[in-house]
């Protein structure tokens, strides 16, 4: 299988949904132990932020049905999950 990026235009002819446009860094993701509890959360976010090398620079598009991460770059979608219910969505700033 062959992964193609897809673009912002291309999502957006899908439909019309209202979704909230953040700028953030992505970090990267990692597989854990546990889906929910704030320690798993801490121990994460402590792990993949040690490189900032890898850091990139995100638009992240939260709404009501998925949350989408594209990067500011070339607005390619990174990452893209579809959700019923969203309980918590952390965000944090950093002025270092």
Do not use: C
Request: hydrophobic content about 40%; aromatic content about 10%.
């Amino acid at each position: 299988m062959v992964y193609q990026p897809k673009t912002l235009a291309m999502i957006r002819k899908k439909g019309t949904e209202k979704y909230k446009r953040l700028e953030a860094v992505y970090l990267g993701s990692r597989f854990v132990t546990s889906p929910h509890g704030i320690r798993v959360v801490n121990e994460s976010v402590s792990y993949l932020s040690r490189d900032k090398s890898k850091w990139i620079p995100v638009y992240v598009d939260v709404a009501s049905s998925h949350i989408r991460i594209l990067d500011t770059k070339n607005e390619i979608v990174l990452k893209e999950h579809r959700i019923r219910f969203l309980s918590f969505l952390g965000i944090a700033h950093d002025d270092q």
